[in-house]
């Protein structure tokens, strides 16, 4: 039987056009971006044309991209690179959250019940003298809930007028029109194996002006910002994927809509004591996240695992922890309700069949586990 795949928060498939585009970059055209000679600014025009591709989605200046390693990387570069406090949600992704833990300075503002940044304690927050950088993801990894960055740059703005702004967009790209996030902050992070680019490469945007220590120096690639050879076939499978994803958001917006409805309307209206973790319209389409009363998701993930449905319970990161994710921690889901807590993602290659199929197994799996906890 085929794999039923609603994983995609943690990766999605490469799109077939972005693992074309990479081909001529491993054995074809494999020379140092960094060389002097003609092949080596054959391999150039491939990152500087990947970065144009990449700027205009973005809505930035092709001068504002930095191509990372991962995701990770283009976070942690922000929270290094600036001085003074760092502030952030506490529903931010780990890449986030660690380093500002980890600071003496760091502040992690508590969120609503949906997930979203509390926006008083943050104006509060960011009135205290001395903040450098404020980091607020644009789209949850866990949950699914949009932030309104409008109104988080509004009040950074307002209260901390020197603050670099920071969203985590890791997870927007198949969502969220970016060109309209963009004007909104300072900086903002990606990952390609999230949009159907491969993993390991990332983009970090810094706006003209925004000084940002280098995480990684060295050989001084991307005008001194971020060292090291680039990773060329990455680099382009990223563009590739991200103009690909641009030109099919909307599309894809109303068909898996309608994809994650109709799952969560089957499991909801087949059990009882599921909770929707986060309102549908608080939350990108992707997102089919609920909390399963009276289970434990570590046997309910083992039970969907083996009817080769893939699902998660909070992050991939996290899976295999016993504790609630310290998202539904921060929204102040009962613990009981959390340890239920079943994430199921949509994307590109979701098809109706898929839907159909892990409602089943999953209605399936929670009758058994009642059926034997009773
Ligand atoms: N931020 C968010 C919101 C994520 O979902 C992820 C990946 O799960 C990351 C950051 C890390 O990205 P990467 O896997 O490229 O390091």
Known sequence: ??????????????????????????????????????????????????????????????????????????????????????VCSAAEHHAVLHPIEERADGVVIGTDATGHIDLDRLADACRTPGVGVVSVMAVNNEVGTITDLGEVAAIVRREAPDAVLHTDAVQAPCWLDLR??????????FSAHKFGGPKGVGVLT?????????????????????????????????????????????????????????????????VDGVVETVPRDRKVAGSAHMCIDGIENEALLYLLDEADVCASAASACASGAMEPSH????????????????????????????????????????????????
Request: glycine share 10%; with cysteine.
């Open 1 to 86: 039987m085929a794999l039923t795949y609603l994983d995609h928060a943690a990766s999605t498939p490469m799109r077939e056009g972005a693992v074309a585009a990479m081909m001529p970059f491993f054995s074809g055209t494999y020379a140092n971006p960094s060389g002097s000679h003609r092949f080596a600014r054959e391999a150039r025009r491939a990152i500087d044309e990947a970065r144009d591709d990449v700027a205009d989605v973005l809505g930035v200046a092709p001068g504002s991209v930095i191509f990372t390693s991962c995701g990770t990387e283009a976070d942690n570069t922000v929270l290094a690179g600036v001085s003074g406090a760092a």
């Open 180 to 189: 309209s996030i963009a004007p909104l902050v300072d900086a903002m992070s």
């Open 206 to 270: 810094l706006a003209p002006g925004v000084a940002v220590d280098p995480l990684i120096v060295g050989g001084g690639q991307e005008r001194e910002r971020r060292s090291g050879t680039h990773n060329v076939a990455g680099i382009v499978g990223l563009a590739t994927a991200l103009v690909e994803t641009d030109q099919d958001r909307a599309t894809e917006q109303v068909r898996l809509t309608a994809l994650r409805d109709r799952l969560v309307d089957a499991v909801t209206g087949s």
């Open 327 to 374: 998202v539904l921690a921060a929204m102040g889901v009962d613990r009981c309700l959390a340890l239920g807590a079943l994430r199921l993602t949509l994307g590109h290659t979701t098809t109706d069949a898929d839907v159909d199929r892990a409602a089943e197994v999953v209605v399936d799996a929670v009758r058994r586990l009642r059926a034997r906890a009773s």
